[in-house]
């Protein structure tokens, strides 16, 4: 799973865009950009693999603070900085709801 997700990563993530004093930094990724501040579109979703999904779904929620209860997502994204235990406590903007919602329902309809 660590050389799965070690090459995965980096080809996903630009890197998290800092967010100044205005809060958390955005989630961007390679493959979509910042998913932050605009919905990803149902082409580009499908682009991606069950990996990259899962990453860039838990991404949005590691940037807002998620506490992550697997050992998947505490190996990927770490519990340093972590606040909320509940997914539903997260505090999401429009954008990151409406992707998560997609990337959802793609990962539904594939069984990943």
């Not at 998913?35 to 838990?58: F, M, P, Y």
Request: hydrophobic share 35%; glycine share 10%.
């Amino acid at each position: 799973m660590k050389r799965l997700l070690a090459a995965v990563l980096p080809a996903l993530i630009a890197g998290p865009v800092g967010a100044g004093d205005d809060g958390p930094p955005e989630p961007c990724f390679e493959t979509v950009g910042c998913v932050a501040d605009h919905e990803i579109s149902e082409r580009e979703a499908e682009k991606l693999g069950c990996d990259q999904l899962w990453t860039v779904r838990n991404g949005i929620y590691a940037s807002r603070g998620y506490c992550f209860k697997t050992a998947r997502g505490r190996e990927a994204f770490g519990n340093a900085s972590c606040q909320y235990d509940d997914q539903g406590q997260v505090p999401l903007n429009d954008y990151e709801r409406a992707n998560i919602r997609l990337i959802r329902a793609i990962e539904k309809r594939r069984g990943c």
